[in-house]
């Protein structure tokens, strides 16, 4: 089995800065395409950002210039550095991994369960 833990969510100012982290465990053979997705209430969920095995990243509009997207591959691991953060970035962070199972030819995507990232005053 393979899972997906999403840590780092809470309570900030607006302007202030948080980390969140993502790490995936299991019998995996490759993992691939890493990225973080918002949920905000009432709405579908948005990609914040991407970043391939190699470290090519893809941010959206709303989040280039202010978040950072890196990856440990030697931990398995995924991080989203949110700086100037914005009562509008208030939403449900998910983590996505794009990989193959040991033993599997295909590759499938898998979800964390999400963290909450509340901005408010």
């Known amino acids: 089995q393979v899972q997906l833990v999403e840590s780092g969510g809470g309570l900030v100012q607006p302007g202030g800065s948080l980390r969140l982290s993502c790490a995936a465990s299991g019998r995996i053979f490759s993992l691939n395409t890493m990225a973080w997705y918002l949920q905000a209430p009432g709405k579908k969920r948005e990609l914040v950002a991407s970043?391939?095995?190699?470290?090519?990243?893809l941010y959206a509009d709303s989040a280039k210039g202010r978040f950072t997207i890196s990856r440990d591959n030697a931990k398995n691991t995924v991080h989203l550095l949110m700086s100037s953060l914005q009562s509008e970035d208030t939403a449900v962070y998910y983590c996505?991994?794009?990989?193959?199972?040991?033993?599997?030819?295909?590759?499938?995507?898998?979800w964390g369960q999400g963290t909450q990232v509340t901005v408010s005053s």
């Open positions: 996505n991994a794009r990989l193959r199972r040991t033993g599997w030819d295909m590759e499938s995507d898998y």
């Open positions: 970043i391939t095995q190699e470290g090519s990243t």
